[in-house]
T-cell receptor, first 114, second 113 residues
Framework: ETGVTQTPRHLVMGMTNKKSLKCEQH?????MYWYKQSAKKPLELMFV???????ENNSVPSRFSPECPNSSHLFLHLHTLQPEDSALYLC?????????????FGEGSWLTVV | AQKVTQAQTEISVVEKEDVTLDCVYE???????LFWYKQPPSGELVFLIR??????QNEISGRYSWNFQKSTSSFNFTITASQVVDSAVYFC??????????FGAGTTVTVRA
């Protein structure tokens, strides 16, 4: 069983919908991340939370809104997305948000925007 | 500029063959960390190895081995006696002075029975 679980695994949404991706880590880590993986593009870091505080927003459009209520849970709220936002969204965690910490990933949420 | 280059886009081998995945990185830091991850079709990125810049010893874990050479800024990965279950996309990544991981574009390995 993976230490980082994501739900839903697959999501299809219209451009006017509001949906959320959920992530939970069972590793006792203090840092959590959202990454985006599009076809034929390198993995892109979106957001970082360290001890529940957002420490990185990598110029992500406001239609993506993260929420980190505690060190174990991370959400990505989605609103008025575009078809080009279709991608695999990966949640991850690490012991802390410092250099060299091993980052452990979940299985991802496959998002399709129609 | 690309910090991590994985020049091989796809590699196809027959079962039991060895396969070596190349990774070349670029950094000005003296302290950095290198990683390899495996991504099977299910999507999850599975952590394989972490190596810091001060440890140039090669490492072997079962059928996996890694060759770290600072002189050529390379961190290559070899799968010995490949199996069908090794079919996946493999990513090399670099961590410098912060928590960000710079990933290479990935190498797709297909092992045919």
């Amino acid at each position: 069983e993976t230490g980082v679980t994501q739900t839903p695994r697959h999501l299809v949404m219209g451009m006017t919908n509001k949906k959320s991706l959920k992530c939970e880590q069972h590793l006792g880590h203090n840092a959590m991340y959202w990454y985006k993986q599009s076809a034929k593009k390198p993995l892109e870091l979106m957001f970082v939370y360290n001890f529940k505080e957002q420490t990185e927003n990598n110029s992500v459009p406001s239609r993506f809104s993260p929420e980190c209520p505690n060190s174990s849970h991370l959400f990505l709220h989605l609103h008025t997305l575009q078809p080009e936002d279709s991608a695999l969204y990966l949640c991850a965690s690490s012991q802390e948000g410092g250099a060299g910490n091993t980052i452990y990933f979940g299985e991802g949420s496959w998002l399709t925007v129609v | 500029a690309q910090k991590v280059t994985q020049a091989q886009t796809e590699i196809s081998v027959v079962e039991k063959e060895d396969v070596t995945l190349d990774c070349v990185y670029e950094t000005r830091d003296t302290t950095y960390y290198l990683f390899w991850y495996k991504q099977p079709p299910s999507g999850e990125l599975v952590f394989l190895i972490r190596r810091n810049s001060f440890d140039e010893q090669n490492e072997i874990s079962g059928r996996y081995s890694w060759n770290f050479q600072k002189s050529t800024s390379s961190f290559n990965f070899t799968i010995t006696a490949s199996q069908v279950v090794d079919s996946a996309v493999y990513f090399c990544a670099l961590s410098e002075d912060d928590y960000k991981l710079s990933f290479g574009a990935g190498t797709t390995v297909t092992v045919r029975a």
